[in-house]
């Protein structure tokens, strides 16, 4: 992630010396280190650092890892910080600065560039004051990054937003979609237009029947 807006809020959090996992967490985290043998519980690190995320969310209200928390997961796993860091550090999902509040994560790539990221880019600036990706706003309600392709081609563009996909956007439905956020409404993910799922968007391009309807007329 780029260095953050210089005017935001954000700047001002500071790595925490000390971490420890919640009652919350801990409870996430037995689930999780039993799925594994005793001498495999390594493998828990990408989901223990999803755990640890979670909660800075959960009790700070800005999603990342702090160092202290790789350390932790280090010492609970019987690895090697770095290993940890490694990790932290490889996957886009985790956030090693503070960020804001919800997390714009804008697909830019081939099929949402066709389709109009360029505009849901321009929405997500306008709406938030953020003049470049990897920068917060100046309330701290915001970052915007820049990611790859979220899996999503045939709804694209694509916006996520912390965990949620927000689908078939455009500049218009982007600026509300930040507006519902601000307010503190968090409207319903999935398709921001009126079609189920990955259906062709305006309905059927070919069968003009459903194949239920088609069986009942053979019967």
């Keep these: 992630m780029k260095e953050m807006s210089a005017h935001s809020p954000i700047d001002q959090i500071e790595q925490p010396s000390s971490f420890a996992f919640d009652a919350e967490s801990e409870a996430e985290i037995a689930t999780i280190l039993v799925k594994y043998p005793p001498e495999r519980k390594a493998s828990g690190t990408l989901p223990l650092l999803y755990v640890a995320q979670k909660q ?53 790539t081939t099929s949402c560039w066709l389709r109009g990221s360029d505009d849901v880019v321009a929405a997500c600036k306008k709406a938030t004051g953020i003049s470049a990706f990897g920068q917060s706003s100046a309330d701290g309600l915001f970052t915007l990054t820049e990611v790859e392709c979220l899996g999503g081609c045939s709804n694209a563009p694509i916006l996520q937003v912390d965990d949620d996909f927000y689908e078939d956007l455009d500049g218009p439905r982007t600026i509300e979609l930040i507006e519902a956020l601000r307010r503190g409404d968090r409207p319903k993910p999935g398709p921001t237009i009126d079609r189920m799922g990955a259906a062709p968007a305006g309905g ?14 053979q019967g």
């Excluded at 550090?89 to 714009?104: C, E, Q």
Aim: aromatic share 8%; net charge positive; glycine share 4%.
């Design 56 to 108: 800075m969310g959960r009790v700070t209200g800005s999603a990342w890892v702090p160092r202290v928390a790789m350390d932790e997961i280090a010492r609970r796993l019987e690895v090697a910080p770095i290993r940890v860091y490694e990790v932290a550090t490889f996957y886009l999902m985790f956030n090693t600065k503070p960020i804001g509040r919800y997390h714009l994560q804008v697909c830019t």
């Design 204 to 217: 059927r391009k070919t069968l003009t029947d459903s194949p239920a309807d088609s069986r009942s007329d």
